[in-house]
Structure formats: C-alpha cells, structure tokens
C-alpha cells in the first residue's frame, strides 16, 4: 500500500498522464465531439487533408455498399500494391496490405500469404456490416496507396511500415514516438499487438529508448540492432505535418499518425482524437508536464492579448522546450 | 472551465444534501429504522369483558377504552365477541372515550373481547388534544375528629411544601403513613390504593386542589393484569413573557404515583380512563367484570411503520411501500441498479480493469441474482466458452457477420437448453433458473465477446471476460445484501449522495491501479 503511494507520487512528480487525466482534463476539454467525424472516418479526414494541401496517401476508391463490392475489380485494375482499410476502425484492425499480385485471382500479402479476390471481398463485406467499426455501425472501405517504408527504417523495423506519431495539444506537438512493427505485432504499428514504441526527441528527431509491452528495451527483438540515436529523416516535415493537423482537425488533443514513404515524403496516416498514454514509457517523460506546459503559453498570449500563433511559431516552440535537453527541466 | 467547476460542485452538494437531508429525515421525523432488523414489539392488549344475564332480555354494556396511547399508536382495535353487539362510541366531558356494546336480547354469560393492538410510533408525532382541567374546588366539607386530622394534616403539608406540586407529592406521602395517627383515622382501617386516593383526594380538596383518579395499565407481558390507581391534577405555571412582559399562565396535566408521590407516568403507562367511574357497568348483567391480558408480539419495525403510516404520514403513503407488494421487488431490484453500476465505475476508473463494455457486467450480475453466483459463473464460462467455439469454426465457412452471429446464439440457446436439463437430472434447480432475461444477457455477451475476439485476439478476450466476471461478481455481491437492499429501498435518498459521488467520479483525475503498473518501468529508471 506505502509502495503504492510512493509510486503515485513518483508519477505525478514526473507529469505522468494517467488515462482518467487524459480523458478528463485533455479529450474532454480540448476535443469538441461535433468535429470526431474529422478524424473517426479517413475517408473524411483524407478529403480534408487533400483540401487543404495536407500529404496523404492517395486514394484508389470507396466502397460504400454490398453493390458496391463488383466495382473492386475495376478500381484495383492492375495494381499490384494498394491497402484496403475500414474507414471507421481503430487499432489496425480490419486492415489488408496487399504488396504484389500473384495471378489474375491472386493477390500477395505483405506478410507473404496468398490471398483470393473472393477473401478480399468477403473481409469487404464484413468491413460494412460493420465489424470493424466502434460500436458496430455501418462502415465503409476505403482502398488506397499502399506506402512504402523508406529503407533507413529496414535496420530496425519487422517487415510493415514503422509510423510515427506525435501528439499534438492545441496546436503544439508536445510528445513524439516511433512505432515499429515486430514479428509479435504480425507487421502492424500497434503497442498493444506487440509493436515496439521507441521515442523520438521532438528538437532533432533523434530516437531515444523504445519500449516493447510496457518494458524498457534497447534493441529490436527481431533485428536485434538499436533502436536509438537514429535520426528521422525530414524530421521538420514531420512536425510541420503534424502541427498543420490540428487546424486540419478543429480538435485540440490529436496523436497524428504519420509515415515516410520512399517516395513521397512524411504523409498524414490518420488522427486520433483519443491516443494512448505509452508514448510517455517510450519517452521516459510524461504527457501531463509538457501539456501543462503549453497551456502555461497559451494563457500567458491571451493574457498580452497576442493572436493565435501560427505553425511556424507553434512548431518552434516546442522545439524550444521539448528537446531533450529541456526536459529535465520540465519535471519536478 | 472555472465556472463549469462551480456549478458541478454547487450540483454535488445540492444532491448529497437532498439525499441526507431526505435519509435523515426519514430517520429522526418518520423515525424509520435504518436495518429491518430491528424488531420493536406490538402490544396486544385484550380486555375480556364477562358479565351474567340472568334472564333473557336487551343488554348494554358502557366500557371505556383508552382516549390516548402515552408515546405509543394504535395498531389496530377491535371487537371480539360470538354475537352481534352493536357499539357506539362517545366521547365524554373528561376526555374518556366510552364505548357501549348493546344487544336486543341474550341469556347466559356473556364474554366480550376487547382488542386493541400499540406499536410504538412512527411518523406521526401528533398528540391528541389534552382537555383542559380545573384549579380550584370545593373543599368536601367534613366533621369532628376527621377535620381536625385533616386540618392538621394540611397544615403540616403546607409547612413542608413550596407550590401545589410538591403539595401533592407531600400529601400523597402523607397518606401512605400509615403509623401517622391522623392518617389512620383518615383511612380507617382500609388501606386499599382505592381508599388511599379517596383519602388524598380528601385532604387535597381542603387544600382547594382538584384531582382526578387515572386509571392505567402497564405495558408489560401479563395475564389479569389489575389497572393501577394514579391521581392527577391540572396544575397552572405562570412565565413572564419576555416580549410583552406579561405573565404568561401554562396548564399542564400532571401525574402522580399513589404509592410513593413521584411525579409522572412512565412510558409503559397506559391511561385507559380517567375518573372513579367503574370500567364497565351493565344494564340487566350481574357481576360484570373486566381482566385484562398483555401481549408483545415481535413484528419488523418497517411492517409496523407501514401499517401505521399508511394513513397517518403522506410522506410513507408515497413512498416505494405504498406500492403493491410485488411491484416492490420489481423497485428493490431496479434501485439497487445504481449500486452495480458504482462498482463497474470503481472497477474501471479507479482500479483499471478492462470489462466488456459499460453495462454488460450490470446486466450479468442481473443474470446471477436468478442463477447464484457459483451457478451462475460456472453457467457464463460454459455457455461462452462453447459459443465462442462454435463461432472460431464458423470462422472456417465465410460466412457474413449476421448469419454467424445468429448461428452462434442459436447454438448458445441449444447450450442453455442442455445445460439445463442436465444440472435438473444433477439436483441442481438452478439450471431452471434460467430465465428468459439471463439468457439474452448471455447471447448478447458471446456477441460482444465474439467481435472483440475478432479484432483483438483471444488473449484479450480472456483478459476482458475476467474482468468483467470479477466486476459483475462483485457488483452482484454488493447488489445482494440484504440489509443494503432495505436500506436503500426505504431511503431512497440514498440515490441522490450516490448520484453527486457518481459527479464527483467524473472529475476523478488520478491514475488507475492498474496503471501504477503500467509505469513502474519509468521509474525504474531513476534510481
């Protein structure tokens, strides 16, 4: 009981956000519901995105209805490489990556298996029913660009696509992490499948320690190299992408999921107006310091009576502050 | 932000008030007990009325019965007999309710019975109207040697003596002298408690001090219980009014005890008439005689305060118990809800155990009030293991989410059905149990239970059926004490302090049990 205590205290002495804080004092306050569908369904976030100049992957087609479901051949054509995703899933779920095509009938997954037309279109089916969906309802599927992952990520990353996310409070990101899929994760992003969350220091872009289920680590447990000190390329891209999101959003506590594609650069993945709390194991800092920190700034400008500050400004801020060498200073 | 916070702060104090305010209430105005439990008694009290009619003719008989019931209320009254009196009742210039039972035409011994049911009181805090005495009479004029006692015994009195309070105890201490020469020429011989309050009425009236006989019996469990003899008197106190400045003149009735001069009835007294009248007198009946036998019976004190507030409280007559009974368990089933979703509440947001959904465990541990608990989690591990497994073959044929799924509670129906019977042919009859409401519960269960195996995995779905078994399991538990069941029934206040803790919890900003876990690791790293 002392122990736990203690451990209480240790934790808010860091800043530590516990799920009833995130949720009470973050999503509750910041978040505004009317504006979830902005970031709940990626076709809507994807259309907005595109409106206003924001990198997204491309989108091939929606199938909205279980008529819908014999456009598939027309809008695959002969693309070998595409994703198919609920627009309304969390998680990962529900989610096809298709990297080659086998035969006229056949496609490959990334993870190498087979799959037929006749399963793509059945995981179609139950994706509007609405099995992947929160709460059950009517989905629709989304099929898109495939993204592929630049090769500085193939040292420290389990076949999939690593992503990075970065949490973004009123504008100001404020915590970032690299997510990298595992053999556990089945190549998915995911913490809680079993991805490895390794953070990333918000000034450089450098990769700090990773943590693998709630535990500390230092090396991949696939690739077995270190998963620190590398450094993301186009970091500054990222964290332009990620703070524009939140005028994209309308929403004031996002966790922006972005990748690299080779080819393409930093793009916009999806929002999510609830994002997990491990990004602070990975870290080592926590969520709640650094908020606090940027809602000090933000009543200091109302206060002078300074306008809204712009994504430039917004982003140096948090440099400023949230490198790595400033946040000891943070804490305690 | 400041003044959301106001407001839910000024709500949570409105609804724990109301809801204390409401218990309390109930508690110290209604005097509602706060367990059933707690027994009080019901006194029985049957007089028996006998008298002899020596030759057919009309009978009436004049009986009185108790005006007031001290600090107690009447439960129920009524008349016993095997033929058909007819009664009227009246009130007279004392206060005494006098009760006449009259027949055309009897023969033989008569016995009458007269019940009268007191439980001790709840809600109503009324008193009857107490009539208002005299403070001056005549003396009753005396001669030769009793004058000169009394005369000698007043004055005595009067020197030992400060108001006409003391007087009356004095002089009723006086009387039970008996080695006092005045005394024993006063009551001749006699010292029966009859006599000795003539003696004392007789010296007080020299005094100019009315009295009156009370008669009384005692609440104590009995049989032929005599009625004891006390003597009262109205006796005026002046104030002076601090306002006007004006005497003030309070009259008040007191009661004093023949044996010792001790002033007041105690609690068990009851007063039954008040005068020198006999209790019962008979037109055309010999030897009327009246014994009374006392009973306590223990009753819940909540089946007494809801028979005696039915009509005397509007509070209780629209309280849940004005309900038809089994409309109640229905209620008591329904208030206790709340209760199990606190706990769901406590369980996810303070502790961090993942359940499936919000209300589902609720609704489970519905389900177990019908089963029992050890029945029960047997029965939702069973039924879900299988139907989960029929879903995981399914999974096989492709076949679309509805048509599985319904495939699936078909198969959990078919389960319940078979489970049934056996634990029947086992000797187990809860398997009977099984109602309707568990079974949707269960079938809605093994959906939810489905789909999240589909998107996260069979260890998740093992990890959220724990917890929800142990946050059902728990809620069930609270949901089935007894006493708490009462309590909440009777006080439905309570709701109300549970609703402005359900507010409180919703700015509940501190970490999760489960979550000082979560993080140990980043402490680790600071040592």
Known sequence: MLTMIKRWRALRKRGVMGINERNGDFVLKYNNRKFYPYVDDKIITKERAIAAGINVPEMYGVIETESDIKHL????????????????????????????????????????????????????????????????????????????????????????????????LMGYPIMAM?????????????????????????????????????????????????????TLPNWEGFLELATSCYELSQLGYIGVDMVLDETKGPLVLEINARPGLNIQIANNAGLAARARKVEAHLAELKKAGKPAESIAERMAFSQQYFGDSMVESLEG | MRSVNLHLKVLIFLLISLGLGSI?????????????????NLWTIDAKITFDVPRESSVS??????????????????????????????EDEVGNKVAHYSIRRTKGPETIYYRLALSPNF?????????????????????????????????????????????????????????????????????????????AELLLSQAHIPVQRVNTLEL??????????????????????????????????????????????????????????????VNNGLKPKVSFSVTDKELTA??????????????????????????????????????????????RNVIGIQTLGTFTPVLIALAFRETGLAFGIAFFTIITSVGLLVRSYLEHLKLQMLSRLSVVLTFVIIMIAVLSIFSYKMGFAQGLAIGLFPMVILTMTIERLSITWEERGAGNVLKISMGTLVASSLAYLLMEIPEFVYFVFTFPGVLLVLAGFMLMMGRYRGYRLTELKRFKAMLKEEK
Do not use: C
């Open chain 2, 123 to 199: 809600g109503g805090t009324e008193k009857p109207a107490e009539t208002i005495g005299t403070t001056y009479r005549e003396s009753i004029p005396m001669e030769g040697a009793a004058k000169v006692a009394a005369d000698a015994l007043v004055s005595d009195i009067r020197a030992t003596s400060s108001n006409t309070l003391s007087f009356i105890s004095e002089a009723i201490r006086r009387v039970n002298d008996i080695d006092n020469a005045n005394v024993a020429l006063l009551l001749k011989g006699d010292d029966s408690v009859k006599n000795r309050y003539a003696v």
């Open chain 1, 73 to 168: 051949r027309k809008i695959l054509k002969d693309k070998t490489e595409f994703v198919i995703k609920p627009a309304q899933g969390a998680g990962g779920d529900g989610i096809i990556v298709i990297g080659d095509k086998f035969d006229d009938y056949r496609y490959k997954t990334v993870s190498g298996r087979l799959i037929t037309l006749d399963e793509i279109e059945y995981q179609i089916s139950s994706t509007l029913t609405g099995l992947y969906s929160l709460g059950g309802a009517r989905d629709r599927a989304l099929i898109e660009y495939k993204v592929s992952s630049d090769p500085i990520f193939s040292s420290i990353s389990y076949e999939g696509v690593p992503d990075i996310r970065v949490i973004v």
């Open chain 2, 220 to 281: 104590k469990p009995s049989v032929d219980q005599p009625t004891q003899i006390w003597l009262r008197s109205y006796i005026e106190t002046s104030n002076r009014d601090k306002d006007s400045n004006r005497n003030i003149t309070t009259g008040k009735w007191y009661y004093f005890n023949l044996t010792d001069g001790s002033v007041g009835l105690p609690k068990n007294a009851i007063i039954w008439w008040v005068g020198d009248d006999p209790l019962v007198t």
């Open chain 2, 61 to 90: 008989t004049k009986f009185y019965i108790p005006a007031s019931y001290n600090q107690y209320t009447k439960f129920s009254e009524s008349l016993i007999t095997d033929k058909q009196y007819g009664q009227v009742l009246e």
């Open chain 2, 24 to 40: 309390a209430y109930e508690r110290y105005v209604l005097q509602i007990p706060f367990t059933d439990r707690e027994v009080e």
């Open chain 2, 302 to 347: 909540i089946s007494l305060a809801q028979a005696n507030n039915a009509e005397s409280s509007d509070f209780l007559a629209y309280s849940l118990y004005s309900l038809p009974i089994s409309i109640q368990y229905g209620y008591e089933l329904m208030l206790m809800i709340p209760f199990g979703v606190l706990v769901i509440l406590l369980v």
């Open chain 1, 178 to 230: 690299l997510r990298l899929p595992t053999r556990q994760s089945g190549g998915k992003a995911n913490l809680h499948q079993g991805a490895i969350g390794v953070g990333v220091d918000i000034e450089t872009g450098k990769t700090l320690e990773g943590t693998w289920l709630n535990e500390i680590i230092q090396r991949h447990p696939d690739t077995n190299n270190h998963v620190s000190n590398v």
